[in-house]
């Protein structure tokens, strides 16, 4: 059984930058991992995905540029890093271990975190 905690939630203004991040505990750390997001109102969304050896997926063009996910396998933790943050980048993110199939479907995530919050002002 994975259990994850998140941090690095925040309030920022248009453009800053923020890093979250989420480290995990109980099975060995060798399957990839996902930030997903979901903002007010609307589905959790594929954020960014990265292998045990550093290979990296992202979702939607919006983020590919401004995003980066990248991990640490001796600390057991994934980084997200949000640069140039827009107000749209508002939501509740979520990390979570993935157990096979398409890095882009919820399904295929066994454990998820509590969520951290980033909001962003214009």
């Known amino acids: 059984q994975v259990q994850l905690v998140e941090s690095g939630r925040g309030l920022v203004q248009a453009g800053d930058s923020l890093r979250l991040s989420c480290t995990a505990s109980?099975?060995?750390?060798?399957?990839?991992m996902g930030w997903f997001r979901q903002p007010p109102g609307k589905e959790r969304e594929f954020v960014a995905a990265?292998?045990?050896?550093?290979?990296?997926?992202y979702g939607a063009d919006s983020v590919k540029d401004r995003f980066t996910i990248s991990r640490d396998n001796v600390k057991k933790t994934v980084f997200l890093q949000l640069n140039k943050l827009k107000p749209e980048d508002t939501a509740l993110y979520y990390c979570?271990?993935?157990?096979?199939?398409?890095?882009?479907?919820?399904?295929?995530?066994?454990?998820w975190g509590q969520g951290t919050q980033v909001t962003v002002s214009s």
């Open positions: 109980g099975r060995t750390f060798t399957y990839a």
């Open positions: 979570a271990a993935h157990n096979g199939g398409s890095f882009y479907l919820k399904g295929s995530y066994d454990a």
């Open positions: 990265i292998t045990w050896s550093d290979i990296t997926t």
